[in-house]
């Protein structure tokens, strides 16, 4: 009796997984995968060098910006691929005259189109109708907007616990995981934000929740576990130059469009549309 249920419990699990993908396939999702992933390398850069521009005109918050974007926000690439980044990105953000306000403007377009992209990506996989253009626009601007207010929240935060672990002297292994522990929460937080706004529809609320906590969780181990991996191969096997932590960045984030994709289309099966129509 237990061996019957067991072959239905796989049984069924196996249709679920077969229906995911072929839900996947019919959606393009490999082909929107691949425009996310982009996206996000293209847009994430814009908006940390306007994160990191801002910061400076703040003392206080500078340093903690730059700490929150090493440890936490690229916390999975290579020691040497995060100095390379970051020192890019610092020398650029504090000469905003080499740039231009046409650069400017170039790059918060660039950012805008982040959030259209991941609009247009979860509202396919959701089965939910686009916003007008325009409207569209807007809700991507004030995204970017809350984006930045996200990172200096957070950098504010790693500024308190670093004062806290200061005079409190906590463990470091204690610091660590309390730091994965806030990346996950506030990251999960911001699946959930993106499944309502994009899904245009009532979902429920726990099946849901679940979702963007085990999404969160796994990214969360694919930096863990994509770190372990980069420092065992790094010792033996690897020397960091310009374009193999380029290639490491862009494995991360196709890993992440398809983690976006497929939690919801898992958020959409567990919500069908025809049961709100």
């Not at 040497?80 to 020192?87: P, R, S």
């Not at 905003?96 to 996989?125: C, K, N, Q």
């Not at 204690?174 to 937080?189: E, P, Q």
Request: charged share 15%.
């Amino acid at each position: 009796m237990k061996k019957g249920k067991k072959r239905t419990f796989l049984g069924r699990l196996r249709y679920e997984l077969s229906d995911l993908l072929a839900k996947y396939n019919r959606r393009n999702g490999p082909l929107l995968a691949k425009g996310l992933g982009f996206s996000f390398l293209f847009g994430l850069i814009p908006i940390l060098f306007l994160s990191v521009s801002l910061a400076g005109y703040l003392y206080r918050v500078a340093p903690s910006m730059q700490r929150f974007i090493t440890e936490d926000f690229l916390g999975f690439l290579p020691a040497q691929a995060m100095e390379a980044f970051l020192c890019h990105i610092t020398t650029a953000s504090s000469n905003w005259g080499a740039i231009g306000i046409v650069g400017i403007v170039i790059l918060i377009g660039i950012s805008i189109a982040l959030f259209d992209s991941i609009e247009r990506t979860m509202a396919t996989m959701l089965s939910a109708p686009r916003r007008k253009f325009h409207f569209g626009r807007l809700i991507s601007f004030a995204l970017m907007i809350g984006t930045l207010l996200l990172f200096f929240g957070t950098a504010v935060l790693s500024t308190t616990a670093t004062y806290l672990r200061s005079a409190v002297n906590l463990p470091p292994m204690l610091v660590y995981w309390g730091g994965k522990l806030t990346s996950w929460a506030i990251f999960a937080l911001m699946l959930l934000g993106f499944y309502y706004l994009f899904a245009r529809r009532k979902l429920r609320f726990w099946p849901t929740v679940g979702i963007a906590l085990l999404a969160s969780f796994v990214w969360q181990l694919v930096g863990i576990l994509g770190s372990l991996v980069i420092r065992y191969a790094g010792r033996r096997l690897i020397v960091y130059g310009a374009l193999a932590w380029i290639t490491v960045f862009l494995i991360y984030l196709r890993i992440l469009a398809e983690l976006v994709i497929f939690s919801s289309l898992l958020v959409s099966k567990a919500s069908p549309a025809m049961e709100n129509e």
